[in-house]
C-alpha cells in the first residue's frame, strides 16, 4: 500500500508540537517536524528561471522530478499516513502544491492561535531564555530610536512584517479568499480543552480511521529516532509538557498598548463558528 500524504500548517506557538506529538501516538501516522519540502520544492522550481534551464528547457523531465520529490522523501518512512507539516499555505507554495501534487488530493490542517496569546507565549520565551532570537535582535537595535517599553519593542518585533506571525496572516488571509477550500482551521484552544473531539475532527477530514489515543501519555514526539535540536533558536521552544494535556499559563501580562494594536486579528473565526 502506498502512503498517503497529507498536509498540515500553522502559526507558530499554537499546539504544532502537541498535535503532532498525539498523532504520532498511532503507529500508522508519521507527522512531521516543520518540513525542508517546502523550500526544496521551491528551490527546484526555481531551476526554471535559471541559465541552465532556459538554454535546454526539458519541462517535463524537471516537473517529473519535482512531481516525485514528495514519495521519494518519504519512501523509507514505515507508516501508512504522512503529515507534511511545513508553510504550505502561503500564496506561492500553495501554488506550488497545485503544480507538482496535482495527481493526489490535497488537505491541509491550519493550526491557529488568537494573536494576543501567541505575543504572550512568545515574551514567555523571552523572558526565561535570554539567549532566544528575539531577545538577541533586539539587544542588537539602537536604543535611542526605541520610544517603548521593551516588552512593547519586542511585541512589535514579533508582529514585523517580515516576522513569521505576519506571514501567516497574510497566508490565512490569502487562503479565505483563493478558491481552495479542502482545508480545516483548528484553533490551540480546543486542542488543548477538547482534545478528543479535535482529534475526531482531524481524523473525519483526512479520512483516516480513528484512533484511541491517551491523552494524558504525551510524550515529546521522535520521528525515525530523530528529535528537535533548539539550540539554533536558543531556546527549547519546542519542548512539550509532558504527561496530560493543559494549557500553560503565562505570567506574563501584555502592555494594553499591544492589547490595543493586535486585538481582534482572527480573521477566521467566522469559518470556525460557521462549521459549528
Known amino acids: 500500500m502506498s502512503k498517503k500524504i497529507f498536509f498540515m500548517s500553522g502559526f507558530p506557538r499554537s499546539g504544532n508540537t502537541l498535535l503532532t506529538s498525539i498523532l504520532n501516538q498511532n503507529k500508522k501516522i508519521k507527522a512531521t517536524a516543520h518540513s525542508v519540502l517546502p523550500d526544496v520544492i521551491n528551490n527546484l522550481d526555481k531551476l526554471k528561471r535559471g541559465p541552465i534551464y532556459n538554454n ?3 519541462e517535463k523531465s524537471l516537473d517529473n522530478l ?3 520529490t514528495f514519495t521519494n522523501y518519504y519512501s523509507d518512512w514505515d ?3 504522512i503529515i507534511e507539516r511545513g508553510d504550505w499555505i502561503t500564496p506561492r ?6 503544480r507538482y501534487f496535482k495527481h493526489n488530493e490535497i488537505k491541509i490542517v491550519v493550526l491557529v492561535r488568537d494573536i494576543l496569546d501567541i505575543i504572550g507565549s512568545y515574551l514567555f520565551v523571552c523572558k526565561r531564555n535570554p539567549e532566544f532570537f528575539i531577545n538577541l535582535n533586539y539587544e542588537s537595535r539602537d536604543k535611542s530610536e526605541m520610544v517603548y517599553s521593551y516588552l512593547e519593542e519586542k511585541a512589535d518585533m514579533i508582529m514585523d512584517k517580515d516576522s513569521y506571525v505576519y506571514a501567516m496572516l497574510y ?3 490569502y487562503l479565505l479568499k483563493s ?3 479542502n482545508y ?3 484553533e490551540y484552544n480546543d486542542l488543548v480543552n477538547s482534545p478528543k473531539d479535535t482529534l475526531k475532527k482531524i481524523y473525519n477530514f483526512y479520512e483516516i480511521e480513528e484512533y484511541k ?3 494524558n501519555n504525551i510524550k515529546q514526539f521522535e520521528v525515525n529516532g530523530i528529535s528537535y535540536d533548539d539550540t539554533m533558536h536558543g531556546a527549547e521552544i519546542h519542548t512539550l509538557q509532558e504527561g496530560d494535556i493543559k494549557r500553560r499559563e503565562y505570567q506574563i501580562e501584555v502592555p494594553q498598548r499591544i492589547v490595543d494594536k493586535y486585538r481582534n486579528l482572527e480573521i477566521w473565526k467566522n469559518e470556525i463558528n460557521s462549521d459549528r
Open 93 to 98: 507554495n500553495l501554488n506550488l502544491l497545485h
Open 213 to 215: 489515543h491517551d491523552f
Open 171 to 173: 497566508s490565512v488571509k
Open 66 to 68: 519535482i512531481e516525485k
Open 79 to 81: 507508516c501508512d499516513y
Open 184 to 186: 480545516i482551521f483548528v
Open 179 to 181: 478558491n481552495f477550500k
Open 56 to 58: 535546454f528547457k526539458d
